[in-house]
């Protein structure tokens, strides 16, 4: 049996602690909220047509380029291969819970019906309103809706005759009141139009706006503006409440079709897994093409994420961290501890080196304590049959000591033809309790 490396400073630091700060959201919201795992991001605008950054090539730009954004994109902005069924049966699939979409970017471009400005969707080629078509898609789905929506508006900061900024007193709405009350209608027609809504998210100043959103619909849940929402990082340690990591595919919010880098799918499940490990939910972006499609590229690593959630879901959803989320196994692997809910059910999540197909290798566990009535098995799999091997018994056993639970198991899930499955392993673990 390996020796185990000595529990470090940083594994003390990273235990669960503190308590959560006040919030606006409903308590059972909240915990609502904490359940599911993970959502899906949709950044999309016209700007999608350019490739460019979404609405920030706005800021110090010159006044010719600001008038043609205005004028000449909208006047070709014609998604003819938008297909909102098949984005939220592709969620689905991947085991999305809750999807936050795009209603108003930064630009001031309203991807909705609005009577606030005439630079929305309707007044496009396509001539439809693309986030009612996106809420009908996803609940037909049963997959919760949430709506970004920036207070930030390039669109009015240019009709006024300010210059485009995220750092001037103008953009703040708290000192232009025009700006608040325009953003005030806009939520207002969002949190009327749609529906129950379950999430929004306000990327910028959420005074006045949140409150707003309460008044009209108490249930929602505000993410932005309430509770810390990183982007593109996991904290170092466990945020007390709620809270979301929010990650890009590539290195771009809305489609880039050069010059772009995606992470591996294995890169989004070890984000997954340590994001719920510390408490949160991921909400994963993608940026769909200006035909409507959701690249390839994405797709694929979505379908990843997808087979490793359909095999693991029950180490995800309704969880919540143990004590200690995390310890070393060897230089190779390591271990991220989840319990389920309001159970004595704790999934120990086993990352870094692949664990091979029929391979039965022992990892000792010094955060978990087994119990008379425990019970160990590898998730997905029935530990009763390897397949074109029936001399093999692949059942997990476990022994406990003083120094740690020590677990025999053997992956016997054929994942992929090649039986190269190159992502973690979870064993769950039945009756654990704390050493």
Request: hydrophobic share 40%; proline share 8%.
């Amino acid at each position: 049996m390996p020796q185990q490396p000595s529990v470090s400073a940083l594994e003390k630091e990273i235990t669960v602690q503190d308590a959560a700060p006040a919030s606006g959201n409903l308590p059972a919201r909240q915990e609502w909220f904490i359940d599911q795992g993970l959502g899906l991001f949709i950044h999309w605008n016209i700007d999608a047509q350019l490739g460019s950054v979404i609405s920030h090539s706005l800021v110090g730009a010159a006044p010719d380029y600001i008038q043609r954004y205005i004028d000449e994109l909208p006047a070709t902005f014609l998604p003819t291969r938008f297909g909102p069924d098949e984005w939220a049966r592709q969620a689905k699939v991947a085991g999305v819970k809750y999807v936050v979409f795009t209603t108003k970017h930064h630009s001031g471009f309203c991807m909705f019906e609005t009577q606030t400005t005439p630079f929305n969707i309707l007044n496009t080629p396509y001539g439809r309103d693309i986030t009612r078509q996106v809420v009908d898609a996803f609940r037909k789905w049963g997959i919760a809706i949430g709506f970004y929506f920036s207070p930030d508006d390039f669109w009015l900061l240019h009709q006024q005759g300010h210059e485009i900024s995220r750092d001037s007193a103008e953009c703040n709405p708290l000192n232009n009141p025009a700006l608040m009350a325009h953003n005030r209608a806009q939520v207002r027609e969002l949190l009327t139009h749609y529906g129950p809504i379950d999430v929004i998210f306000f990327d910028g100043v959420a005074e006045g706006l949140k409150q707003l959103a309460w008044e009209l619909q108490p249930n929602v849940v505000v993410t932005r503006g309430d509770m810390a929402t990183p982007e593109q990082e996991i904290p170092d340690r466990p945020t007390p409440g709620p809270w979301e990591a929010c990650f890009t595919l590539g290195t771009q919010w809305a489609y880039k079709p050069t010059n772009e880098e995606y992470k591996s799918g294995t890169q989004l499940i070890n984000m997954l897994i340590e994001t719920r490990a510390k408490g949160g939910n991921l909400l994963l972006n993608v940026g769909p093409k200006p035909d409507g499609e959701i690249p390839v590229e994405q797709t694929a690593r979505i379908q990843e994420l997808a087979l490793w959630l359909f095999v693991n879901r029950e180490a995800v959803y309704d969880v919540r961290p143990w004590p200690v989320i995390r310890e070393p196994l060897t230089l190779d692997n390591e271990v991220w501890y989840l319990q389920a809910k309001e159970s004595d059910t704790v999934y120990a999540l086993v990352t870094g080196k692949p664990w091979p197909l029929g391979e039965r290798k022992v990892i000792s566990l010094r955060h978990v304590r087994a119990t008379a009535a425990t019970e160990v098995e590898i998730l997905g799999q029935s530990g009763n049959v390897l397949e074109y091997q029936p001399h093999v018994d692949p059942k997990a056993s476990w022994t406990q000591d003083e120094a740690a639970l020590h677990i025999s198991a053997m992956p016997a899930q054929r994942l992929y033809n090649n039986r190269r499955w190159p992502n973690p392993v979870v064993v769950r673990i039945t009756h654990a309790a704390l050493p």
